[in-house]
């Protein structure tokens, strides 16, 4: 048991199954596994190798072209401390060979990818609790999960989230939790769309019952665009909410409100904004979330003042048998494109849907056959200067070996 879980973990931070990222976005929505309650893992790594298929590496009807593919790669987990302060650390790098150019990278064949996750809570007192937690990615695919990356493969692309925050319990009923979440990402060849987010949040909770907590949330965010100034823009946000447990294994969490905008060359205004999530965890076998938004985002198309955006993702793990571990994720998001600056492109809607899926079964102590499956689509009426629309399918096979 505790080794499947722990390849279940390893193989979430190599992100080779699942797709899933934990930094901004819908991961960082509502509650997760108390780090307190989590299993020590030893220092321990992974290595790993794939041979796979991919139907559409340009992400681009226009200029489709399949290709066969190799990937390696190696990665690290790590988790403990103290009854006091708990840590955790994953790291993962990963290189693809397509046979076949991606001409929309300048036929470019190899790529690669960095990722740097780790979190650290320490209980100060029985009333101060500090914590800090980080995502770093250094790489080429879109990740719906997060939130922040454009729909389709387009370059390499950096991307930083920090969240440091502190709670303190004034009494056994009212607490305050205070944070400073920091983010930014920036493409290699420069984009319209690099940008830096700074938000400052204040939270208060009562305690109405043994299972639910009301939630009062006041947030301050201001974005930078390293391109387009016109964008800068600050928020305000004023949101209420309610933490409840519905049973020892589901927990959700919801907030709503509203956010007032301020751009520097596009003027105010006021939308509605809502984020929720949703945590089961039946038993060791098997663990879902659920997490959806929807408001406001910042577009990926510069052409555009104003992107309205409802996304939803999930995510789960089920160990068929002591051998056999299976791990699914699924998101979709619609965004209504408002307001063009370019009198040539007009206002549109785009769907997005993907799905990941993949299974692992051990076949000796330490090594595992790995094997998944990944679609995504993506379909636009806005009317831009490329076709955006698209359909992907990848498939791939391999084995790991964890020490």
């Excluded at 879902?288 to 990926?300: I, Q, T, W």
């Excluded at 003042?305 to 068929?320: D, K, M, V, W």
Aim: no cysteine.
């Amino acid at each position: 048991m505790k080794f499947t879980r722990l390849a279940s973990a390893i193989a979430l931070s190599l992100g080779v199954l699942s797709g899933a990222a934990y930094g901004q976005g819908l991961l960082s929505i509502g509650q997760n596994v108390d780090d307190f309650e989590q299993d020590d893992i030893p220092l321990t790594w992974t290595i790993s190798g794939f041979v796979g298929y991919d139907s559409n590496i340009n992400s681009l009807d226009a200029v489709e072209e399949e290709s066969v593919y190799i990937q390696a790669g190696i990665g690290t987990q790590w988790a403990g401390g103290s009854r006091t302060t708990r840590y955790t650390l994953g790291a993962s790098a990963s290189m693809i060979y397509y046979f076949d150019d991606v001409t929309v990278d300048d036929n470019e064949n190899w790529f690669y990818s960095i990722r740097l996750q780790g979190s650290v809570v320490h209980r100060y007192s029985r009333r101060l609790t500090i914590s800090d937690s980080a995502y770093i990615t250094y790489e080429y695919e879109p990740n719906q999960q997060i939130g922040a990356t454009v729909s389709r493969r387009t370059d390499q692309y950096f991307y930083f989230y920090n969240n440091l925050a502190a709670s303190y319990a004034w009494t056994r009923r009212f607490s305050t939790v205070a944070n400073w979440a920091f983010s930014t990402i920036m493409y290699d060849d420069g984009d319209i769309e690099d940008r830096y987010t700074n938000r400052l949040g204040l939270q208060a909770r009562y305690m109405w019952d043994r299972n639910t907590t009301l939630v009062g949330e006041y947030r301050f965010q201001t974005t930078s665009y390293e391109e387009n100034d016109d964008a800068d823009y600050y928020s305000n946000y004023i949101l209420a909410g309610v933490d409840h447990l519905f049973s020892r294994v589901t927990q959700g969490s919801i907030r709503a409100g509203v956010e007032f905008r301020d751009y520097d060359g596009y003027g105010s205004e006021s939308f509605p904004y809502v984020e929720a999530s949703l945590v089961h965890q039946l038993n060791e076998g098997f663990r879902m979330r659920l997490a959806g938004r929807y408001g406001l985002e910042d577009s990926e198309l510069g052409s555009f003042e104003r992107r309205e955006s409802f996304r939803i993702g999930a995510t789960a793990e089920y160990e068929f048998s002591p051998r056999l571990l299976g791990t699914a994720g699924l998101t979709y998001v619609h965004a209504e494109l408002k307001d063009s600056v370019t009198p040539a492109v007009s206002d549109g809607d785009e769907d997005f849907f993907g799905v990941n899926l993949g299974l692992s079964y051990l076949i000796y102590s330490n090594v595992r056959l790995e094997g998944g499956y990944s679609f995504g689509t993506l379909e636009s009426d806005v009317d831009t200067f490329v076709d955006r629309d698209y359909d992907r399918h990848r498939i791939w096979a391999g084995v790991s070996a964890t020490f």
